[in-house]
């Protein structure tokens, strides 16, 4: 099942047969992933499942009790750590690797093959009706088997095709710009294993890693997720 997924996010071209789930409640993680796999992959409880996992993790090692859940959202919502991602992305072999924002994105992007399924996005949110409060969204951008690169944004209405190389560039240096991050996404293969051991920051590891965010997001369908 996972295989034939991978061949057919592999063997899109074009915007017209592809899978977009659009916000609903706050649950810009789920959206993410299922956007990027193609497919009503997970659900809320699938994701909850895999955060509760990793708290359990962090806290043998930290030898002591975790209460509160640093890995989801306390307010019920669905927004994830990119710990969680991560996990359930290598449950359906695919990995993910943080992008340095030090480093060229153009020059980034123009040497990744054709494992690549595309990114991920992680933006701040400043929700219109909470003053003073930062919220958190996630989204995907898939990168076609032509190399063109489709933004699946839930905030959006349906996909968005970028125009180019050179506007997906701009487009991504902008989030950069505005304390985005990036995480690249790559198919499960022996040739990606090794580009991902090559790329600083990769967030792998035995250990359940420390949470990127505790601000969590607010319950506003559009801005904060």
């Known amino acids: 099942m996972q295989e034939q997924q991978q061949e057919h996010i592999a063997q899109i071209t074009s915007t017209r047969s592809l899978y977009h789930e659009c916000q609903n409640h706050g649950q810009c993680g789920k959206h993410t992933l299922n956007n990027l796999l193609q497919g009503p992959v997970y659900s809320i409880a699938d994701l909850d499942v895999i955060a509760e996992d990793l708290r359990k993790t962090a806290q043998e090692s930290l030898q002591k009790t975790i209460w509160k859940n640093p890995y989801k959202s306390p307010m019920g919502m669905g927004y994830y750590?990119?710990?969680?991602?991560?996990?359930?992305?290598?449950?359906?072999?695919?990995?993910?690797?943080?992008?340095?924002?030090?480093?060229?994105?153009?020059?980034?992007?123009?040497?990744?093959?054709?494992?690549?399924?595309?990114?991920?996005?992680?933006?701040?949110?400043?929700?219109?009706?909470?003053?003073?409060?930062?919220?958190?969204?996630?989204?995907?951008?898939?990168?076609?088997?032509?190399?063109?690169?489709?933004?699946?944004?839930?905030?959006?209405?349906?996909?968005?095709?970028?125009?180019?190389?050179?506007?997906?560039?701009?487009?991504?240096?902008?989030?950069?710009?505005?304390?985005?991050?990036?995480?690249?996404?790559?198919?499960?293969?022996?040739?990606?294993?090794?580009?991902?051991?090559?790329?600083?920051?990769?967030?792998?590891?035995?250990?359940?890693p420390e949470p990127i965010a505790t601000v969590v997001a607010t319950g506003e369908e559009v801005d904060a997720s």
């Open 81 to 208: 750590d990119v710990s969680v991602l991560e996990a359930a992305l290598n449950k359906q072999h695919c990995t993910l690797a943080w992008f340095d924002a030090r480093r060229d994105i153009a020059e980034s992007l123009t040497q990744q093959d054709d494992s690549m399924v595309g990114l991920i996005v992680h933006v701040p949110t400043s929700p219109r009706w909470v003053p003073f409060w930062k919220g958190q969204h996630w989204f995907g951008i898939l990168r076609l088997s032509n190399g063109a690169f489709v933004n699946l944004d839930s905030r959006l209405s349906q996909p968005m095709a970028f125009a180019g190389f050179d506007d997906t560039i701009e487009f991504l240096n902008e989030i950069l710009q505005n304390d985005g991050r990036l995480f690249f996404i790559h198919r499960d293969t022996v040739e990606s294993k090794e580009q991902q051991h090559e790329e600083k920051g990769s967030a792998s590891g035995t250990v359940a």
